[in-house]
């Protein structure tokens, strides 16, 4: 939508065609937890546009409950099924732009009604529908990513037991140790009830309940939800010649272009680059997602702007602890520099005698050799955790410590220590060059 949204602003008197499976189209997806837990009350506040909006005021032809089956690039054709059937259309410029979708073929399990993914406001809705009619008790996440954490949240806030299953010992790989145990300690304060190195193998309704099969034991619950991680949604691509890359996401040129120069691919379903080690990279996030189809409207229109690649960054929380991170873990920084160095502190969020402060987590990955800090992960007061952007500046702009240290950032008690916690992170890493 943001691209076809750009083509119209553009070029008003071309005609730009969206297909989209299902009924919803520029939904918050990100929002989803948050309705789920109750502090968004309304479903229709995640929708960003709506459908007849698309048409009447942006001039786009829309076609929803509408399924792109197939792409023939070389003959510039798609394959589309609706409810009349199946048909052909021919296009100009392509975008594939179909996102991604929950991975779940790891665990074996016949269809449920509870048993749930959250993908879409559908999935929103099912699971809401649910839980007001069943009235369920107990309840398990399988996951240890941030869809995972925003969920426990969601139902545990919801007044359910809530347990979580993880194959690790540790959360995802994307969280540093040191960041993962602090999340798992809040997570059990906070009265969720842990299975760690635990591999979930298979899922059962019996009598109504899901019977959870692991490598250690067999659990019962109510419903579980399974957020093991994403993939692109590229299966109408399989046996086309356009181009896939890491983990079977679309592979595009800076200018969002497959190996068609008339096919372009943006979101979750496309490849991208870590702005750090320049490798190619799949990076299912939000902020990457809109800047691209900001940027693929603008080149179908004859422009030549370029979308470099992301560091990865993110931002969640669990009740009122922050959690964040930009670029390399200290695993991934290893294998491409030699000096790696991963060190970690703990400072307060704003001055100490100033009410309302927490206590703020850091944990720093440095090339000693440069000086540069390839990634940073923050955890403590929400307000505190969005320091990361500037992390995520200064790594964008390949900055040493020494560059971060002399930057002019603002002070004042009620926002931070007089040595704000980036200044304070150049500070310390200066010692290890
Ligand atoms: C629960 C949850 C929380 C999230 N929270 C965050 C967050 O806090 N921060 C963040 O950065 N990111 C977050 N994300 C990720 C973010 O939602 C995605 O990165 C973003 O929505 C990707 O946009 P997209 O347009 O590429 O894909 P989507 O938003 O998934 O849109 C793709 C659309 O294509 C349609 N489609 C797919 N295949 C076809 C086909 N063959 N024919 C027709 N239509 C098709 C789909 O129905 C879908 O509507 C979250 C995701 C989830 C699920």
Known sequence: MSAASQVKRQKAEWEAVVFEKGEYISYAGCGMPYHIEGIVPHLEDLIEITPEAAVTERKIDLRLNCTVI???????????????????EKFDFLLIATGASPITDHITFEKSKRIFTLKSLSDTTK???FIEEEKPKKCAVIGGGYIAVEMLEAFQGRGLETHLIHRRYDLARTF??????????????????LHLNSQVTALEEKKKKII???????MEYDFV?????VKPETELLKDTPIQLGVKNAVKVNRYLQT??????????CAETVNLITGKPAYVP?????????????INICGGKEEFPGVLETSITKFFDLGIARTGLTLDTAEE????????????????????????????????????????????GPLDGVKRIDVFAAAIHNKMSVNDIFKLDLSYSPPFSPVFDPVILAARLGRKYL
């Open 70 to 88: 197939r792409v023939d690039p070389d003959k510039k054709e798609i394959l589309v099924k609706d409810s009349a059937g199946t048909r052909a």
């Open 127 to 129: 699971i809401l529908q």
């Open 176 to 193: 540093e140790k040191e960041i993962s145990t602090l999340i798992k300690n809040k997570m059990e304060q906070e009265g969720i009830i």
């Open 212 to 218: 959870v099969r692991t490598n250690h034991e067999d």
């Open 225 to 229: 939800l399974i957020a093991t991680g």
């Open 259 to 268: 190996n068609y120069d008339y096919i372009y691919a943006a979101g979750d």
């Open 285 to 297: 996030l939000a902020p990457k997602a809109n800047k691209e189809g900001f940027i693929a409207g």
């Open 336 to 379: 491409h520099y030699p000096g790696a160095a991963k060190f970690t502190f703990s400072s307060r969020s704003k001055a100490r005698y100033y009410p309302g402060g927490g206590t703020l987590h850091s944990v720093i990955i440095l090339d000693k050799a440069s000086g540069k800090i390839l990634g940073a992960q923050l955890a």
